[in-house]
């Protein structure tokens, strides 16, 4: 099973699935966590920002998630460039695939920012930021939608996403 988290910079795709991952994985061991982040830094940094290198990180992490899975392992994703063809690609190639969309406006998204990326955008000391110069393409048929404008806090969503994902819930033993 693959659970593909997407959103905004600064939706709350680590977030959401580091919660997930807390609820799910002392009932279920072969729960993964693969983080868009991470992965990057795993590979050394090596790809820029840019939309086709964007491609390649999302790829990156597909082809592990496929891996793993094949595996037997559940795998929760968390990654924010969600291009339709490579959307297309997991429904066709992800078992159990279910896909989470993170709703944040763009308004409510550059409130946060934790990581200052819409303001270096802004003050023009950073540029290929996903929704800013480099266009946001919203999933077209998502499994579930959170409206994140205004979370709920990270379990809370967490156990609705749980609750969601066919047969997830039971085998990760979460009581209502």
Same mark, same amino acid.
């Given at each position: 099973?693959?659970?593909?988290?997407?959103?905004?910079? *600064?939706?709350? +795709?680590?977030?959401?699935? /580091? *919660?997930?991952?807390?609820?799910? +994985?002392?009932?279920?061991? !072969?729960?993964?966590?693969?983080?868009?982040?991470?992965?990057?830094?795993?590979?050394?940094?090596?790809?820029?920002?840019?939309?086709?290198? &964007?491609?390649? /990180?999302?790829?990156?992490?597909?082809? %592990?998630?496929?891996?793993?899975? !094949?595996?037997? %392992?559940?795998?929760?994703?968390?990654?924010?460039?969600?291009?339709?063809?490579?959307?297309?690609?997991? &429904?066709?190639?992800?078992?159990?695939?279910?896909?989470?969309?993170? +709703?944040?406006?763009?308004?409510?998204?550059?409130?946060?920012?934790?990581?200052? %990326?819409?303001?270096?955008?802004?003050?023009?000391?950073?540029?290929?930021?996903?929704?800013?110069?480099?266009?946001? &393409? *919203?999933?077209?048929?998502?499994?579930?939608?959170?409206?994140?404008?205004?979370? !709920?806090?990270?379990?809370?969503?967490?156990? &609705?996403?749980?609750?969601?994902?066919?047969?997830?819930?039971?085998?990760?033993? %979460?009581?209502?």
């Amino acid at each position: 099973m693959v659970i593909w988290v997407t959103g905004l910079s *600064a939706a709350g +795709k680590t977030t959401l699935c /580091q *919660a997930i991952r807390d609820i799910a +994985k002392p009932s279920l061991p !072969e729960l993964v966590l693969i983080d868009g982040d991470v992965i990057r830094a795993t590979f050394g940094h090596d790809l820029t920002h840019t939309e086709s290198d &964007r491609v390649i /990180q999302v790829r990156r992490v597909q082809g %592990l998630a496929k891996a793993l899975s !094949e595996q037997g %392992l559940y795998v929760i994703v968390a990654v924010l460039y969600a291009h339709p063809d490579l959307l297309a690609w997991n &429904r066709v190639n992800l078992p159990n695939y279910f896909e989470v969309y993170l +709703k944040v406006s763009l308004e409510a998204a550059m409130a946060r920012d934790p990581r200052s %990326l819409y303001r270096r955008a802004l003050d023009g000391n950073m540029n290929n930021v996903v929704g800013m110069d480099i266009p946001w &393409r *919203a999933p077209m048929n998502p499994d579930l939608v959170l409206d994140v404008d205004s979370p !709920e806090a990270p379990n809370v969503l967490a156990r &609705r996403v749980i609750a969601a994902v066919p047969g997830f819930a039971e085998r990760a033993r %979460l009581t209502p």
